[in-house]
C-alpha cells in the first residue's frame, strides 16, 4: 500500500485516505490560447516509468492538496511538498538524484 | 504449418506425439524489414497477421520485450462484447466480434470463443435510461443487442439476487452473442499462423531506442542489435509513453494498474457475463469452474503489474450483494496488468508525427474484445499510410480538434 507524508498535517496517510490528482506542475492555458497548447495542457502527458510528480489531495485528513515525489515503476516515495510549490524542490530533487544516479527532471 | 486436424491427432496418437511442430519459430534477425511491430501483444500479432492476409506485406518482424501474450493479452478477463453507444466504437469493436466468431477456423487454431451472452445490469434509474439509449443506437449501427427485465435477468443468472439493499436489478442490456474466448490462445493462434507466413516473432528482445532521419524512421534499436524498417508500428499498451519518448513526441496517455482475481473452482453455476457497472464488477465462469473477476483500476500512475488492495476489497464487497454465494468461495489468485487510458477513454489507431510511424494505443481496460478489428484496421492504416473508414476516427489530433469519443460517459465503465 502507498503510503504518502501529508506535509500539511505531517500524517502518514495510507492511499485509502488520498485521493490521486494526476501529473503536477503542468502548465495552465487559458483563453487565447492555441489548440496545441489546449492539447498539452489537457490532456498529452509525460507518464514516465520512474519518477513522477503528481498531486494528491488528503480528502480523508485535513482535505489539503499537496504535491508527491514518487516512483511510478518501485512505488518508492521521495518526498512530498505542498501544492503551491511552481517547481519540484532543490531537496527532493536532491533526494532523487540521490537514489536514481544520472535521472534529469525531462524538459 | 502442419495444420491441425482430428487426422493429425489421430496420426500423432500413432507415433507417441513425436511428430507435432513447433508452433512459431524463433529465429535470427533480418537486417531489415519491410515493417516492424513492436509488441507482440494480441494487437500487435493481429496487425501483421493482417498486414500479410488483407496486403501481401510478409517481411515483418514483431518485436517482443518479454514473451509473446505476456502483457495485458494474457492478464485480462477475456469479455468481448460490441454494444457501445458512439458510431466509431461500435463499429470496430462489432468488426472484431464478428472477426471472432470465425476466428479458430481461420487460424487452425482454437479460440475458444464462448459467444455465451453478456449482461450489463441497470441498478440505478440514470443507468436503465442510459442502457435504453444504447439499444436504439445499436439498432441503428447493426449490433444486435436488447433490454431485458428483472424477470429475464433472473432466468438467465440463476444465482443473482435482484432486491439488493442498495443497488436492486432494474433490467440489463443484453448481447446475445457476446461472450469471452482464451486469452492466450488468441496470441497464440496469430503468433502461429504469422510465422507460417514467413513473418518473424522475436521475443526477449526489448526495443530501446528508435531511430529516425528527416522525420522518418529508419530503425529500431534492440537488445539484439540495430533492426531496419520501412514501416514502424508502435503497439505496447502500458508501454506506450515510453516508446513515444524514444521516437520523439507525447501521448495523451497514462499507465494504471488494473486488476482482476479468480476464485476456486466451483461447478458451473452462471453460463453468461454479467458486468454491474454501477457497482464496478463483473464476472464470468471459466471452463475450470472459477469465477473469473474483474475491479477497477488504480487512480495513479503505476507499472508495477499488482495494484491496490483496497480496489479488489471494494470490487467483492459489491459483487456479494448481487451474487451473495460468492461470500462463501476462496478466492485463488490475483494480478494485475499495466492499462494505457487516454484522455477520452477511447483508443488511438493513427499516424504519428512521424511520416513512416504509426500507433496503437489507448485500449485501456477493454481492449482484448477489439484484437481482430484493431490489428485488421491498423494493417490498412499501415499499409496505406492513411486510417481505413475503421480508424479514421480513431486518429491521435482528435485530441487537439475536440472530436473526442467519449464512451467513458457513455457506458460509465471500463470494459
Ligand atoms: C486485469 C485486466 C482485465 C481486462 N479485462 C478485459 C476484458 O474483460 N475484455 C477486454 O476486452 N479487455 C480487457 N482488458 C484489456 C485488454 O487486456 C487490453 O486492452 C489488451 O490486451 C491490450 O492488448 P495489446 O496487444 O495492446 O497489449 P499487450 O498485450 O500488453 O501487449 C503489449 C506488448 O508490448 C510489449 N512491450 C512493451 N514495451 C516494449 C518494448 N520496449 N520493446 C518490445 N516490446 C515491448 C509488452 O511486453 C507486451 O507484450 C483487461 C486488462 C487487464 C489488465
Ligand atoms: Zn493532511
Redesign the interface.
Known amino acids: ?2 503510503i504518502l507524508t501529508c506535509p500539511y498535517c505531517g500524517i502518514a496517510a495510507e ?2 485516505e488520498l ?2 490528482g ?2 503536477a506542475h503542468l502548465k495552465r492555458s487559458g483563453p487565447g490560447s492555441s ?2 497548447a ?3 495542457y ?8 520512474g519518477v ?1 510528480f ?1 498531486r494528491w489531495r488528503h480528502v480523508y485528513g485535513c482535505g489539503r492538496w499537496f504535491l508527491a515525489a514518487r516512483c ?4 518508492e516515495v521521495f518526498g512530498t511538498y505542498p501544492a503551491q510549490t511552481p517547481a519540484p524542490p532543490e531537496d527532493i530533487l536532491q533526494k532523487i538524484r540521490a537514489r536514481r544516479p544520472g535521472w534529469e527532471r525531462p524538459a | 504449418m502442419r495444420r491441425y486436424s482430428v487426422f493429425a491427432i489421430a496420426r500423432e496418437a500413432l507415433r507417441w506425439h513425436q511428430g507435432w511442430e513447433r508452433a512459431w519459430a524463433s529465429p535470427e534477425p533480418r537486417a531489415r524489414y519491410d515493417a516492424i511491430i513492436v509488441g507482440a501483444g494480441g494487437h500487435g500479432l493481429a496487425t501483421a497477421y493482417y498486414l500479410g492476409k488483407n496486403h501481401g506485406i510478409t517481411n515483418v518482424a514483431v518485436i517482443e520485450k518479454g514473451w509473446l501474450g505476456g502483457g495485458n493479452t494474457g492478464r485480462n478477463t477475456t469479455i468481448i462484447r460490441s454494444n457501445y453507444l458512439q458510431d466509431p466504437s461500435a463499429a470496430i469493436y462489432e468488426k472484431a466480434r464478428a472477426l471472432y466468431e470465425s476466428l479458430s477456423q481461420e487460424l487452425n487454431y482454437n479460440v475458444m470463443f464462448s459467444p455465451r451472452g453478456l449482461l450489463m445490469l441497470a441498478q440505478t434509474h440514470h443507468e436503465v435510461r442510459g442502457y435504453l439509449r444504447t439499444v436504439h443506437a445499436n439498432a441503428l449501427q447493426g449490433v444486435q443487442t436488447e433490454f431485458i427485465g428483472p424477470d429475464r435477468v433472473r432466468q438467465l443468472v440463476p444465482i443473482i439476487r435482484l432486491d439488493g439493499p442498495r443497488y436492486p436489478v432494474l433490467g440489463a442490456l443484453y448481447q446475445a452473442r457476446g461472450g469471452t474466448a482464451r486469452h492466450d490462445a488468441v496470441a497464440w493462434g496469430y503468433a502461429r499462423a504469422c510465422s507460417a507466413m514467413g513473418m518473424h516473432i522475436l521475443q526477449n528482445c526489448p526495443v530501446t531506442g528508435v531511430r529516425s532521419e528527416g522525420g522518418r524512421v529508419t530503425g529500431v534499436d534492440t537488445a539484439r542489435g540495430f533492426i531496419g524498417c520501412d514501416k514502424l508500428g508502435i503497439v505496447v499498451a502500458g508501454h506506450s509513453g515510453q516508446l513515444a519518448e524514444m521516437a520523439g513526441f507525447r501521448l495523451p496517455v497514462e499507465a494504471v494498474a488494473l486488476q482482476a482475481l479468480v476464485s476456486e473452482p466451483v461447478k458451473p453455476c452462471m453460463d453468461v457475463v454479467v458486468m454491474a457497472n454501477t457497482v464496478h464488477g463483473y464476472m464470468s465462469q471459466s471452463d475450470k469452474g472459477e469465477m473469473v473477476i474483474g475491479g477497477g483500476t488504480d487512480g495513479f500512475n503505476n507499472f508495477t503489474q499488482r495494484g491496490s488492495h483496497q480496489h479488489i476489497e471494494e470490487t467483492l464487497r459489491a459483487l456479494i450483494e448481487t451474487f451473495p454465494m460468492l461470500s462463501r468461495l476462496k478466492m485463488l489468485r490475483q494480478w494485475g496488468g499495466i492499462v494505457d487510458m487516454t484522455g477520452d477513454r477511447s483508443p488511438i489507431i493513427g499516424k504519428t508525427p512521424l511520416g513512416n510511424c504509426f500507433i496503437n494505443c489507448g485500449w485501456g481496460t477493454g481492449g482484448f474484445k477489439a484484437i481482430p478489428g484493431s490489428g485488421w484496421a491498423m494493417a490498412e492504416l499501415m499499409a496505406r499510410g492513411e486510417p481505413g473508414p475503421l480508424a479514421a476516427a480513431f486518429s491521435l489530433d482528435r485530441f487537439r480538434e475536440g472530436r473526442f469519443i467519449d464512451e467513458s460517459v457513455a457506458a460509465g465503465v471500463a470494459h
Not at chain 1, 489537457?42 to 516509468?49: G, I, V
Open positions: 500500500m502507498l492511499e485509502t485521493a490521486p494526476g501529473e489548440d496545441q489546449f492539447e498539452d489537457l490532456f498529452a502527458r509525460t507518464n514516465p516509468k513522477h503528481e511510478t515503476a518501485t512505488l
